[in-house]
């Protein structure tokens, strides 16, 4: 595709529900990135992917959230048991290659409430 | 921990002027630094990447400079535009990962 899409692109929801966001990256990148942004701050690093496997989860706040990219391609980034905190922009973005100095384009995002 | 700090303030600078951002880091020693811009609703958009053997990058009218002693980098915008309004985010590259600092938001006053 023309660049990194995020779904929905906004999500309101009740606490205590499931939430699933959708990344479909640049085709041909095999790396793939989840931050969250909160208002004011700058993107926080959630999880890796390297190809289908997360290369690095060190990010993810709790074991209420978790991550697949199941083909290598789309990823799906779930939230169980949402909490008002969980509030914020969800932000995916790939690289061509699993580098840390490759560029990496992030999509739109997609902006989680939670009341 | 690993702590990246910005102008906290927003920036007004007159169109045609020089607008020089600042950013300063403690406790590491990345390896790069990288400056992105990020628009109301949109995803942060890689500008340019600077390694620490470099001193300084240009490209068109963006220049970064990166001293490892300071530990800190400016971006300047040179020539500036109202379309340079933005908010610009310093990040550094740490064990495969980007840590962002919160960025600057700048304003280019016609």
């Known amino acids: 595709g023309a660049g990194v899409s995020q779904t929905p692109s906004n999500k309101v929801t009740e606490k205590g529900k499931y939430v699933e966001l959708r990344c479909d990256p640049i085709s041909g990148h095999t790396a793939l990135y989840w931050y969250r942004q909160s208002l004011g701050q700058g993107p926080e690093f959630l999880i890796y992917f390297q190809g289908t496997g997360a290369a690095d989860d060190s990010g993810l706040p709790n074991d209420r959230f978790f991550a697949v990219r199941p083909e290598g391609s789309v990823s799906t980034l779930k939230i169980q048991r949402t909490e008002r905190g969980d509030s914020a922009v969800y932000l995916c973005?790939?690289?061509?290659?699993?580098?840390?100095?490759?560029?990496?384009?992030f999509g739109p995002g997609t902006r989680l409430t939670v009341l | 921990s690993q702590k990246i700090e910005q102008n906290s303030e927003a920036l007004n600078i007159q169109e045609g002027k020089t607008a020089t951002l600042t950013c300063n880091y403690t406790?590491?020693?990345?390896?790069?630094l990288q400056w992105y811009r990020q628009d109301p609703g949109r995803g942060p958009v890689f500008l340019l990447l600077i390694r620490e053997n470099e001193k300084e990058k240009r490209k068109e009218r963006l220049k970064v400079t990166f001293d490892t002693t300071l530990k800190q980098s400016l971006f300047h915008i040179t020539a500036s535009q109202p379309a340079d309004s933005a908010t610009y985010l310093c990040a550094l590259l740490r064990d495969d990962k980007i840590i962002f600092g919160k960025g600057t938001r700048l304003h280019i006053l016609p």
């Open positions: 406790n590491y020693s990345p390896a790069y």
């Open positions: 973005a790939s690289s061509r290659r699993p580098r840390p100095e490759d560029t990496q384009y």
